[in-house]
């Protein structure tokens, strides 16, 4: 024993060095050490820590102050945190991107309550336009009014020289002048498409509402814009997005949106992680694409693919398994019975287009908002893993807003990823007692029950149909407060959150609904260094704090972008 001690010892003394110096020279520079923080690391089993070290565009370690300063070497930067409190990158699990980048330059009616200031805007936009362009965007909402919806008028008393389409702010509904109307050739002989709705008042005549499908009447003459302005738009939608701390987004986008994507990322100009689900009609050149390509890597992923099952609550076209409530339109006509409506224009060839892209391992993500809806398609969910087996699917339902009884267990039990977006209660909840009764409407947004099922629960913003701000998403979700200040309490206060369970849904969770989880999410060594800088302590602070919070430093994959 002496002799093989002794031996040992001289063997160490020889090799010990140079084991140190290979493992120093594989090993990544620190090139940051951000130390004096209060970190909440999203990571179970090291939750919090108060320094971590960066280099190669990854976390090398997570800790304490004094541990991680001791990696530094005389090129590593410090950065003092002072005190803040720092999270993973902010993840978005449902925008709507290119559009948002868009909206930033156009009018913005999100809180217009009358006609006088609905008019006013766009007016004063007008003058922003070049002369006889399009004018779009708009986010209005009717209920703040009361309920009842514009018409042309509102817009052609106003602006007769330029063509006007301007949504509702949920997407499922849309006001045209008359000029974009007789653009798109609507007029009285025109026809429901199939999934939509072309509003006629009592002589008949297009009031210029179109709901869902109908929405694409005019859509397909507004003018494509340029690939100038697609990057421009996507430049601006980074830069916003950065500035909220968000450093990965998951687009409910179009093929050009993937296009603008792949066209930034190859001439470096691509500054978040994007997973994009393209629209549904685009599944064969889906599918080429990741045959030819692959799934995409650590920043742009394409192997998704969005549906859309019903419209909206606010519209009255998501589809339920009992009427709505009575309403009226803005004719004070009271509206005929309805359960809403299926937008897809046909559900078969929807059966086989899910079926083909799951062949092709593309990750599916369907909109569905009515209790029916949200019934079908996890049928459908089933229906496809029964006929081809079990594999990582990992199939969402984007907004799984009003479920069944049924319904509710089985994102769990089924691993069927609920995506989710906690500001829309604070719209929501104001008024949807005029859709629908209590005991659907207290199956609506239940994320506590489908946390403690043990479902993956995912959130995001639906940006541009709510604001992009995930602090105003994760104040919705642990309040429930409504925007008309009569749920002081909350509504429907026992599906309230913790804030670490909605930072969760903001982060691993999300990550885990891309195939991220392995590289985002979390601060964790090894993982991307995607991680934000606040002004508040979310964990300390009250709601209306966290609401007020301001993000002071947002990193992606090292790289630092300062708002302080």
């Not at 200031?117 to 004063?124: D, T």
């Not at 500035?243 to 994507?261: A, P």
């Not at 995001?460 to 105003?472: E, K, L, R």
Request: hydrophobic share 40%; charged share 25%; glycine share 8%.
């Amino acid at each position: 024993p002496k002799i093989y001690n002794l031996t040992n010892k001289i063997i160490m003394k020889k090799i010990l060095p140079l084991l140190l110096l290979i493992c120093a020279c594989s090993a990544p520079k620190v090139e940051k050490i951000y130390y004096n923080g209060i970190i909440w690391t999203g990571n179970l089993s090291n939750p919090s820590a108060s320094a971590l070290a960066v280099g190669n565009e990854q976390i090398l370690f997570v800790g304490n102050d004094n541990e991680t300063l001791e990696m530094a070497s005389p090129e590593t930067e410090k950065i003092n945190l002072m005190g803040r409190f720092v999270t993973p990158g902010l993840i978005d699990n449902h925008v709507h991107f290119m559009s948002g980048g868009f909206q930033l330059s156009s009018v913005d009616l999100r809180d217009v309550d009358n006609k006088a200031e609905f008019q006013k805007r766009i007016v004063a936009h007008a003058e922003s336009l070049p002369k006889g362009a399009w004018m779009l965007g708009g986010d209005w909402d009717h209920e703040l009014w009361g309920g009842n919806y514009p018409d042309k008028s509102w817009i052609d008393d106003v602006l007769l020289d330029r063509p006007v389409f301007l949504g509702r702010l949920d997407g499922h509904m849309a006001l045209a002048n008359s000029k974009a109307l007789e653009l798109a050739g609507i007029n009285s002989s025109t026809l429901d498409p199939v999934g939509g709705i072309v509003l006629k008042d009592s002589q008949g005549s297009p009031t210029g509402i179109l709901k869902d499908e109908a929405m694409a009447l005019v859509n397909k003459v507004v003018p494509e814009y340029s690939i100038e302005e697609m990057d421009q738009a996507l430049d601006a939608a980074m830069q916003f997005a950065l500035s909220l701390g968000i450093t990965q987004i998951h687009d409910m986008g179009t093929w050009e949106s993937l296009e603008t994507y792949k066209r930034n990322y190859k001439n470096g100009r691509l500054k978040i992680r994007i997973k994009i689900y393209p629209w549904y009609t685009n599944w064969k050149k889906i599918i080429r694409n990741v045959q030819n390509n692959g799934p995409g890597d650590e920043w742009l992923r394409w192997d998704g693919i969005k549906g859309m099952m019903d419209g909206s609550l606010g519209s009255r076209t998501a589809w339920m398994h009992k009427p709505y409530l009575n309403d009226t339109f803005s004719s004070e006509k009271e509206e005929l019975p309805t359960v809403g409506i299926i937008t897809l224009k046909d559900t078969t060839e929807f059966k086989h287009i899910l079926r083909e892209t799951d062949k092709a391992n593309i990750q599916h993500a369907v909109h569905a908002i009515g209790d029916q809806a949200n019934d079908w398609i996890l049928d459908e969910f089933a229906s496809i893993k029964e006929e081809f087996g079990q594999k990582d699917r990992r199939c969402r339902i984007e907004h799984a807003q009003h479920l069944s009884k049924s319904a509710v267990p089985r994102f769990a039990a089924e691993n069927i990823i609920p995506s989710m977006q906690p500001y829309h209660i604070f719209d929501d909840g104001s008024w949807a007692y005029k859709r629908i009764e209590h005991d659907r409407l207290s199956r609506t947004y239940v994320f506590k029950t489908l946390i403690e099922s043990g479902a993956n629960l995912t959130f995001g913003s639906d940006w541009t149909v709510a604001p992009f701000n995930p602090v105003t998403g994760i104040y919705a979700a642990i309040t429930r407060h409504t925007r008309d200040g009569k749920n002081p309490s909350g509504w429907y206060p026992n599906e309230k959150i913790s804030v670490e369970d909605a930072l969760r849904s903001y982060t691993i969770n999300n990550a885990y609904a891309a195939f991220w989880e392995k590289t985002t999410g979390s601060i964790l060594i090894g993982k991307h260094a995607d991680f934000v800088v606040h002004s508040t302590n979310f964990l300390t602070a009250r709601p209306e704090q966290i609401l007020e919070s301001k993000v002071m430093r947002t990193v992606v994959g090292g790289k630092d972008y300062i708002f302080d």
